[in-house]
């Protein structure tokens, strides 16, 4: 088992309570193994859900981070990051459509951390350069964690898939090879790594122990054996 010193500063009721898929908290902190992202630098945390990325980010990291997402309130993201000790010197909470731009100027941020999210509005072949790449700095890096398959399967999904998921939901989901097909070749940006992530598992196991009503309906999958079917990949890119 891998150890996450810095997620595991998080109890488990509140990580329980927060998470919304495998656990991103041990996504992210092994996405950022070896990161040399300079403590204060603006980092966007694109698709933060209730924030608990953004937390760790800002209170374990050091880093000033945007927490933007669609469907969380700001109000109640910024009382949990203050309930952790945080202030708006630290962390700023923003609702805003990754899809549609972002309200924040060019070149503005220093690293974007996408965690459990990328995958949902990433998939359009125009999102990257035209609607992410502005608002970085150059030479910046850009680190997602996106849930995956080991091999694309959508042609005859398998049953055990099925199980939990929709045709239509398992679209948001595939393999190393999609993805690196999707963004070679966009202009202005180097892939770095792209991997499989060792968390995988765990991660999956975190979020099964949850008692919500999205971690139960995804058990039956899961307990049919669909966790050998998928993955979670781990992305680095550069601004050129």
Not at 15 to 33: A, D, Q, T, W
Request: glycine share 8%; proline share 6%; net charge negative.
């Amino acid at each position: 088992m891998t150890t996450f010193p810095k997620s595991e500063t998080f109890p488990v009721n509140i990580v329980r309570s927060k998470i919304m898929g495998p656990n991103p908290l041990k996504l992210c902190e092994e996405l950022l193994e070896g990161a040399e992202i300079p403590h204060g630098s603006v980092v966007l945390d694109l698709g933060s859900g209730t924030g608990i990325t953004s937390a760790m980010l800002a209170r374990e990291y050091g880093l000033f981070t945007y927490a933007v997402d669609l469907w969380s309130d700001p109000g109640d993201n910024m009382r949990f990051f203050e309930e952790l000790g945080l202030t708006n010197r630290q962390i700023c909470p923003v609702k805003a459509d990754a899809s549609q731009g972002l309200p924040f100027a060019t070149g503005f941020f220093d690293a974007v951390v996408s965690i459990d999210s990328y995958n949902y509005f990433g998939r359009d072949p125009q999102y990257l350069g035209g609607r992410l790449l502005p608002y970085v700095k150059h030479d910046a890096k850009l680190y997602l964690a996106i849930p995956g398959m080991v091999r694309d399967c959508h042609d005859v999904p398998p049953s055990e898939l099925l199980l939990s998921w929709t045709p239509k939901q398992l679209e948001y989901m595939h393999d190393i090879d999609w993805w690196r097909a999707m963004i070679e070749p966009v202009e202005g940006v180097e892939i770095v790594e792209m991997r499989e992530l060792r968390c995988h598992e765990e991660a999956w196991a975190d979020w099964l122990a949850c008692d919500n009503e999205y971690a139960i309906g995804d058990r039956a999958s899961m307990e049919a054996g669909a966790g050998k079917l998928l993955n979670s990949i781990g992305i680095v890119l550069r601004k050129l």
